[in-house]
């Protein structure tokens, strides 16, 4: 059974920084594109950031651009989102999503190419 877990979500002041944590399991996504997406209450999820299998391109929304860093460790089947300079409204629902290889740059800012998805971890910026 394939699993995405995400963890490190949390309270944090504005400024702060928190790291998410997303852990496959069930196969191995070494090749997929791995994306965080959020979505905040009575707003639809958007995409946040994703990096192509092997740690190769990465992709930023631009309201997250210079803070937020994507990476991952295909050894541990884990990807990670490094949060600094967290605002407001940052808070959110965060998801970890996997998608297949195949697709261009462009769609990974979509979540329609995604087929694999988290639970989600809860996000709150305090100011």
């Known amino acids: 059974q394939v699993q995405l877990v995400e963890s490190g979500g949390g309270l944090v002041q504005v400024g702060g920084s928190l790291r998410l944590s997303c852990a496959a399991s069930?196969?191995?996504?070494?090749?997929?594109?791995m994306g965080w997406f959020r979505q905040a209450p009575g707003k639809e999820r958007e995409f946040v950031a994703a990096i192509r299998g092997s740690g190769g391109n990465t992709y930023y929304a631009d309201s997250v651009k210079g803070r937020f860093t994507i990476s991952r460790d295909s050894a541990k089947n884990t990807v990670y989102l490094q949060m600094n300079s967290l605002k407001p409204e940052d808070t959110a629902a965060y998801y970890c999503?996997?998608?297949?290889?195949?697709?261009?740059?462009?769609?990974?800012?979509?979540?329609?190419?995604?087929?694999?998805w988290g639970q989600g971890t809860q996000v709150t910026v305090s100011s």
């Open positions: 069930g196969r191995t996504f070494s090749s997929y594109t």
């Open positions: 999503a996997a998608a297949p290889p195949y697709y261009s740059d462009s769609n990974y800012y979509t979540a329609i190419v995604y087929n694999y």
